[in-house]
């Protein structure tokens, strides 16, 4: 988001894939995840702040098991697709949280 021509009004979509991993924070993935939450959030708090509106998407629980714990495995391409596709369509029509 940091690379945003931010103006009052814009509307800002951030995807965040590595957001929903929740693994112990002494771990890789646990780590990552909250350092990709933190930046995030410290990133839509300052576009906010230039009067952006921000909406951020982690991905959902079925996204978060298709990509597994190593986000290198091009085996599980066609499953994280669909199911961000799925989470997307969901998001579009109101049925997300």
Partial sequence: MDAVDAAPGLVVLS????????ASAATLLGALGSLSRTVAGAEA????HRGCHVDSVD???ASA???????MDGSRRDLVI????????????????
């Fill in 15 to 22: 995807l965040n894939p590595t957001g929903s991993m929740r």
């Fill in 65 to 71: 098991e298709a990509m597994g714990g190593n986000l």
């Fill in 59 to 61: 991905p959902d629980r």
């Fill in 45 to 48: 708090l300052a576009l906010r």
């Fill in 82 to 97: 669909a199911a961000g596709h799925a989470q997307g369509r969901a998001l579009a029509s109101g049925r997300a949280s």
